[in-house]
């Protein structure tokens, strides 16, 4: 199945989820050949699932859950970083 994996104000991924299991270990972290979770989804496009919820059909889903949707929304909730405090009292 492909899966759509849309990170809002940014990019859109097109994502092959027979190849992300294919590629997960089966060492507890991975599904090793079953469906793939959101999380192993989400590291496919490098991003971390403290940095970023994932929406299917506009309300969030565990990371840890299976994917069963051929699209999701991802949500950043960190991004990059701010310019530096100035003190205005000099």
Known sequence: MRVTVDVKGEETHEIDLEAVSA?????????GGSTPTYQELLGEIDLSPHEVSV???GRPVPEDQPVESDHVTVLRLIKGGSEPLIDRNR
């Open 23 to 31: 590629g997960s270990p089966n060492d507890g972290a991975g599904t």
């Open 55 to 57: 929406l299917v059909d």
